[in-house]
């Protein structure tokens, strides 16, 4: 078996570009430098939710912690009676390293998380249990002698592990300058300080120790010590937020500095080590944030830590069939194993949920594909479920997740401690089918979570059903779910004005909404709140504003996708193509699954006249979205369609007659639908119409109406029967049409004068007085309908004007036959036509 690939696994917890981004450019972490100079580098997309047990584990498995099992920081004991911090027994899937068993490779795993207890596959494993200091760093806590496999080995790396005791001021100085400055009475940052550096080094002590010492085709290791350094020291960091005490500002400005600096001391020593035929990653599974999202006072609920987590990380890799120089994009945490699975030439499982980055390669192969590898018979080196395993006696690392944060003190009664773990762990798994967009699922288990008998915080929960509700537009269940978690006893400030709004928003009350929103931007500008506000004004056309409002949300966080995506939508409204294009291709650059940032890019493409890449822009939207893809598959006939016929851009109101699509009359009332309605319907073209409404002085050949029509905003699933038919849609209606049929739009124009003279007169006003702010509402109107037919791929649209109908009705009968493609009986037609009825002109 060839084996001349080998691949080092790094992985930097919490590594973020918005802080490494300065350092690179002082110099300061100059062997990650010399990978990007000579490898690839970019962001690295993170999970819902973002704890990073489940994320090492989706990095290590390709698959989402639905299915790999890893579901929080701790777990349930197997016999069920007790809790402990999360073991490979939570892992219910093939990792990396056990098809690299079954393969006949060698692989080193160390400091893994979680990687106890070690599985026997060939070749090392020291496990996350390996490094763990005692709380008490007066104490050492020695290693478990089921620690490492094979056990042998333990004889080898036991003297490597650092103890917090053995660090000396000389090795705390690099990251805290002022610490003779510490009033060691009062802060224990120190204490917390020592435990963190001691187990990092114990970590890349082993994992040098391995590297030199022991033959191997793959290694992972695996780095706390800038997640650990940034939930203790990131309130502390550049520029100083007002609510730090300028005292500890300076003592402590430093230390996330320093620990980026002496992660990147430990890279340099492992790139020597692995030579120039590895190939290196170094990444990180999710960002931290370090600017005006910090978090001051942690809410007290389960890994609220979490919060600070931010959706990206970092990815870099050099080797030799690795590009150089060169950024890559949309890469997710999912894709990591299958792209190394395919540079060993293996197979990807069909089951894994990431596809190979075949972006980095600078001489790309096919992948190739395997039913699953969980289904492959053989020896893969897996572990027994150890169910003689501590439970809440192992104090050290329960201690460390406590501290942090990350879990809560378990309950002295082991009962309370076992429900409690069993309702976080439903709880993770909800919001990881949250975060795939399976609201379905998600929902179950939060609506059985808040029926549980024993008493837990069910705020959590109520949160999750709002955004869920909110997400489905189920807003009669979203406003229950937010006045419920306004009646809870809060044990935390819960920012609600997001959900708020929109529930205001469908009820019609954009103005409160604003008002709203407007309020808690000017108490606490951020990037969510103006990008909520853009959302309102791009919802009432008010591009500018949006616009303006896009613009501000960027100014807080340039990196993320759908502030981009938003601001490229409201730029192709406001015909400013290119622009829009390149706020389009940003956000894909960032999230590269990202549907909505791919069919936005076709439209602007398309608006272009580059029909060939728009095209392309619009299949990626339809593959990724493929249940709701009918915009986008639209689209594509459009181009298609022009291609055929001249490589010039051609207006889509040219196309032919399509079998099955909806020919649709609207336009203001009063304009003549009822008149085209009846043109149609003498012509030959069949009419949806249910004659609820009857002919009577001011339609005395009737209205064509149908009744559903009136709901077309609560229920469009009737729209099936209008095929091949035609209907009337009243104007403010249209948007409302579903996306997955083709429509042939007749929009009739009327002066708006007439218009608005002829309704006075019908319902008995004085028809020579003109509402002002009537006219100008049905111009807005007009406005919005121009916005929506050229958004929306499904709509042909033609307009109809109704004095040039009466007066010269063949003129418009032949423009109508040829916009709608099929032959009608013109004489029937002009018969429809009296006259007589043409009220309220103006002279």
């Known amino acids: 078996m060839k084996k001349n690939n080998k691949v080092l696994l790094i992985g930097w917890d919490a590594a973020d570009w918005k802080i490494i981004g300065p350092l690179l450019a002082k110099g300061q972490m100059p062997a990650l430098q010399k990978l990007i100079n000579r490898g690839v580098y970019g962001n690295m997309s993170t999970m819902n939710p973002p704890y990073s047990p489940m994320l090492w584990s989706t990095v290590a498995t390709g698959k989402t912690p639905d299915k790999h099992g890893v579901l929080g920081f701790i777990e349930l004991m197997p016999d069920l009676k007790g809790v402990r911090p999360v073991t490979m027994a939570s892992r219910k899937t093939r990792a990396l390293w056990n098809i690299f068993h079954h393969e006949g490779y060698k692989s080193n795993l160390v400091g893994w998380w979680p990687s106890y207890p070690p599985e026997p596959i060939n070749g090392v494993v020291i496990s996350d249990k390996f490094q763990k200091a005692n709380k008490d760093i007066r104490k050492r806590s020695h290693v478990p002698e089921d620690a490492v496999h094979p056990k042998s080995f333990l004889n080898e790396i036991r003297d490597l592990k650092m103890f917090p005791d053995e660090i000396t001021e000389e090795l705390i100085l690099p990251f805290v300058p002022k610490a003779h400055k510490i009033d060691l009475d009062k802060s224990k940052h120190l204490i917390g300080l020592s435990k963190i550096l001691s187990e990092n080094v114990s970590v890349h002590s082993a994992a040098t120790y391995t590297m030199a010492n022991t033959e191997w085709d793959f290694m992972a290791v695996y780095y706390d010590l800038i997640d650990h350094f940034c939930h203790a020291f990131m309130k502390f960091y550049p520029p100083k937020l007002k609510a730090v005490p300028k005292d500890l500002f ?124 969980d289904k492959v018979e053989g020896d893969f080196g897996e572990g027994q479920d150890k169910t003689d395993a501590v439970g809440l006696s192992d104090q050290d690392a329960m201690e460390q997740l406590i501290e942090l944060g990350y879990i809560e003190r378990p309950d002295e009664t082991m009962e309370k401690a076992v429900h409690k773990t069993k309702c976080d762990l439903k709880h993770n798994l909800a919001r990881v089918f949250l975060g795939k967009k399976d609201y379905a699922q998600s929902k179950a288990i939060l609506l059985e979570l808040i029926t549980e008998k024993e008493p837990v915080d069910v705020i959590p929960f109520y949160m999750d059903l709002l955004t869920i509700s909110l997400a489905e537009k189920d807003f009669e269940n979203a406003e229950i779910y937010l006045n419920k978690l306004r009646t809870l006893d809060k044990q935390f400030e819960i920012n609600t004005y997001f959900s708020e709004a929109r529930i205001l928003l469908n009820k019609g009350k954009v103005d409160q909404a604003l008002k709203l929103l407007t309020e808690a931007k000017n108490r606490k500008p951020n990037g969510e709140v103006w990008f909520q506000i853009g959302k309102i004004y791009l919802q009432l056309n008010k591009f500018k ?299």
Request: hydrophobic share 40%; proline share 4%.
């Open 250 to 373: 300076e003592i402590y400005n430093e230390a996330i500095i320093g620990a980026y600096r002496f992660q990147d001391m430990m890279l340099e020593r492992m790139i020597s080590l692995a030579g120039e035929d590895t190939t290196i990653i170094v990444m990180s599974d999710h960002g931290y944030e370090s600017g005006n999202k910090r978090i001051l006072k942690m809410p007290k609920y389960q890994a609220a830590p979490a919060l600070e987590h931010r959706q990206f990380g970092i990815f870099v890799a050099a080797g030799p069939n690795i590009k150089r120089n060169e950024k890559v994009f949309g890469l997710g945490l999912i894709d990591v194993a299958p792209t190394i699975l395919h540079m060993y030439g293996l197979p990807i499982g069909k089951d894994m949920d990431g596809k190979v980055a075949m972006d980095i390669f600078k001489e790309p192969t096919e992948p190739t594909y395997i039913e699953s590898w």
């Open 545 to 843: 504003e949006a616009k303006d409002a896009f613009e501000q949300a960027l100014e807080f966080e340039i990196d993320n996708a759908k502030y981009h995506q938003a601001l490229a939508v409201v730029l192709v409204r406001l015909k400013n193509y290119e622009e829009a294009a390149e706020h389009a291709l940003t956000s894909i650059e960032l999230v590269k699954y990202f549907p909505e940032a791919h069919y936005i890019l076709g439209e602007a493409l398309e608006k272009m006249g580059d029909l060939e890449n728009a095209k392309m822009a619009y299949g990626m939207a339809k593959m990724l979205k493929p249940k709701t893809h009918h915009r986008a598959e639209f689209a594509i006939q459009n181009i298609e369609e022009a291609l055929e016929t001249s490589p010039e851009f051609k207006d889509k109101a040219e196309f032919k007659y399509r079998d099955n699509q909806i020919v649709v009359v609207s336009g203001l009332p009063r304009s003549g639908t009822s008149l085209m309605m009846q043109m149609l319907s003498n012509g030959g073209l069949e009419a949806l119409t249910d004659n609820e409404r009857k002919a009577d002085n001011s339609n005395p050949k009737g209205y064509f109406e149908y009744q559903p029509v009136m709901s077309l905003h609560k229920d469009n699933s009737w729209l099936d029967k209008a095929q091949n038919k035609a209907v009337k849609v009243v104007a403010p209606l249209l948007k409302y049409l579903k996306p997955s049929y083709r429509y042939k739009v007749v929009f009739m124009v009327r002066d708006l004068g007439e218009v608005i003279q002829s309704q006075q007169k019908m319902v008995g006003k004085n028809p020579e007085v003109l509402p002002v702010r009537l006219l100008e509402s049905y111009q807005k109107q007009l406005d919005n309908v121009e916005v929506w037919k050229d958004k929306e791929p499904e709509v042909e649209m033609v307009y109809i004007n109704y004095t040039d109908l009466i007066q010269d009705p063949n003129a418009s009968i032949d423009k109508l036959q040829s916009f709608l493609g099929i032959e009608l009986d013109k004489q029937r037609m002009q018969e429809a036509i009296d006259t007589s009825l043409y009220r309220n002109k103006v002279v």
